[in-house]
């Protein structure tokens, strides 16, 4: 086999397989939004209902979605509005509020503060944001990298 031939089989593959991963979100996303009408309707009928929520990989279902790289690109917008460094909390509470998630869900806005981190660990590690660390603590103030770098949030 020729090396195009060989490149051309895995560029196809990799489209075939990146299709099946979007569909693959878009049928995870519908499920979430089934369950959550479904934990919805049975709160109609007993407010106690709620806790019976099924538990997905992480323990929450969140009515929360994000498309494909939107979290990034909201990583990047709060960073950019803000002008300074700021702290995973404060940039989850700037996209809680942007997503319209209510103060007083406290169970998702838990959720978004997980991923939130993850994204920011993500991106610290393509360059696109710096994490300061203060001495002796374990926070963590995020800033976008340098302008070259912060590119690659909206190219995401």
Same mark, same amino acid.
């Given at each position: 086999? &020729?090396?195009?031939?060989?490149? =051309?089989?895995l ?7 990146t299709? $099946?991963? &979007?569909?693959?979100d ?6 979430l939004q /089934?369950v959550?009408?479904? /934990?919805h309707?049975?709160?109609?009928? /007993?407010? +106690?209902?709620?806790?019976? =929520?099924?538990?997905l990989? /992480?323990?929450? !279902? #969140?009515?929360? +979605? ?5 979290l +990034? ?7 950019? =509005? #803000? ?7 404060e940039?989850?509470?700037a996209?809680?509020? $942007?997503?319209? !998630?209510?103060?007083?869900d ?5 959720w ?5 981190? !993850? ?7 393509s360059?696109?944001?710096v994490?300061d660390?203060?001495?002796?603590d374990?926070? !963590?103030r ?14 995401a």
């Open positions: 086999m &020729e090396p195009d031939e060989v490149l =051309k089989g560029r196809e593959k990799r489209l075939e397989l299709q $099946q991963l &979007e569909e693959i878009r049928e995870r996303q519908q499920i /089934d959550a009408s479904l /934990d309707a049975a709160a109609v009928f /007993d407010p +106690s209902a709620r806790d019976t =929520k099924g538990r990989r /992480d323990g929450h !279902v #969140s009515t929360l +979605s994000f498309q494909r790289h939107e +990034s690109q909201l990583l990047g917008d709060a960073l950019r =509005k #803000s002008g300074e460094s700021l702290a995973a909390a940039i989850a509470a996209i809680a509020d $942007q997503k319209a !998630v209510p103060s007083a406290r169970e998702t806005r838990r978004l503060a997980s991923r939130v981190s !993850v994204a920011l660990n993500a991106l610290e590690r360059g696109a944001v994490g660390r203060t001495s002796g374990h926070r !963590v995020w800033r976008l990298a340098r302008a070259r770098l912060s590119s690659r949030i909206d190219a």
